[in-house]
């Protein structure tokens, strides 16, 4: 069973940091592109980041939405599964749940399975 | 990149049939048969509904369909169950391989 599990939200002040971890299991880590979508409350989905996986057909990246670019930094750790999104000078409008989200082939073509996201409050 | 264009809500009663429509342009929709569309319930995470403009992932009722034409994508439930209650997301990818998603539709049953 694939399963997505991110951790690493809180509560941050403006202009700070914070590190988001997303643990898969259930598939063949490696193999996947993974991304990662947010939501502001009560605000709609929007795409954050993707990394290719090594199966995946082109696309490159990383790729970033511009409200990110340049501040965001998406990684990944396939001899332990995980996948990493850090942000730094943080605002006020990155305030959402992350979710991270696997593509089941290719790049960034559609999200076949979610985790249950983490919260994410830039606040003073 | 402005997101892709829905209407922001729409109703039906059980048993009817609904469409909500996805406007976007030539370097999205337009581009790609890679639009997809997620149905999200309060607090929880979206769920993949359809794929590749119009394939059901398994477990889908096929009730629900999608189709595609020029730079509009549309999602049609048919016979409405209050279930089906919940925001629906239309995603495509993009020619810059980037993700944009639409605004959301919220579904009303009546």
């Known amino acids: 069973e694939v399963q997505l599990l991110e951790s690493g939200g809180g509560l941050v002040q403006p202009g700070g940091s914070l590190r988001l971890s997303c643990a898969a299991s259930?598939?063949?880590?490696?193999?996947?592109?993974m991304s990662w979508v947010r939501q502001a409350p009560g605000k709609g989905l929007e795409w954050v980041s993707a990394?290719?996986?090594?199966?995946?057909?082109?696309?490159?990246?990383?790729h970033y939405a511009d409200s990110v670019k340049g501040r965001f930094t998406i990684s990944r750790d396939n001899s332990n599964n995980t996948l990493f999104l850090q942000m730094n000078s943080l605002r006020a409008e990155d305030t959402a749940v992350y979710y991270c989200?696997?593509?089941?082939?290719?790049?960034?073509?559609?999200?076949?399975?979610w985790g249950l996201g983490t919260l994410v409050t830039v606040s003073s | 990149q402005s997101a892709l264009t829905q209407p922001a809500s729409v109703s039906g009663s059980p048993g009817q049939s609904i469409t909500i429509s996805c406007t976007g342009t030539?370097?999205?929709?337009?581009?790609?048969?890679?639009v997809s569309w997620y149905q999200q319930h309060p607090g929880k995470a979206p769920k993949l509904m359809i794929y590749?403009?119009?394939n059901r992932p398994s477990g889908v009722p096929d009730r629900f369909s999608g189709s595609k034409s020029g730079s509009t994508a549309s999602l049609t439930i048919s016979g409405l169950h209050a279930e089906d209650e919940a925001d629906y997301y239309c995603?495509?990818?993009?020619?810059?391989?980037?993700?944009?998603f639409g605004g959301g539709t919220k579904l009303t049953v009546l």
């Open positions: 989200a696997k593509v089941p082939y290719g790049y960034n073509y559609y999200f076949d399975y």
């Open positions: 259930g598939f063949t880590f490696s193999h996947y592109a």
């Open positions: 990394f290719s996986g090594s199966t995946s057909a082109g696309g490159g990246g990383p």
């Open positions: 030539s370097s999205d929709v337009g581009a790609y048969y890679y």
């Open positions: 590749e403009v119009t």
């Open positions: 995603t495509s990818y993009t020619t810059s391989s980037t993700v944009i």
